[in-house]
């Protein structure tokens, strides 16, 4: 939506249970303020849930209009995606 402020999150190396919620949290409330970017460059390693979590984030943005992009997805990131099966569902989202 035009007009819309871009925001963005940096995942941490480690997103699992412990870092969960609180990337959860900010992307929660960056969704309904405008466009927001996750910038995935650091990732080391990710559980499921957090794949889960983004597509989930991804569609709470959609809903409310805006754009969600992961950026420069790390090769540990992509290997996940790849081996959970969800590249056709991450496949709009990232860039870089």
């Given at each position: 939506m035009?007009?819309?402020a871009s925001d963005s999150v940096s995942l941490p190396a480690v997103?699992?249970?412990?870092?969960?919620?609180?990337?959860r949290d900010r992307l929660l409330?960056?969704?309904?303020?405008?466009?927001v970017e996750?910038?995935?460059a650091a990732v080391e390693r990710l559980t499921t849930?957090?794949?889960?979590?983004?597509?989930?984030?991804?569609e709470t943005a959609r809903r409310?209009?805006?754009?969600?992009?992961i950026l420069h997805p790390s090769e540990a990131m992509q290997t996940?995606?790849?081996r959970l099966g969800l590249t056709a569902q991450f496949s709009t989202l990232i860039e870089g």
């Open positions: 035009a007009g819309k997103v699992d249970l412990d870092a969960l919620d609180e990337v409330g960056l969704a309904d303020r405008g466009s996750v910038e995935a849930n957090a794949l889960v979590m983004l597509l989930s984030a991804a409310s209009s805006s754009t969600f992009k996940a995606i790849g």
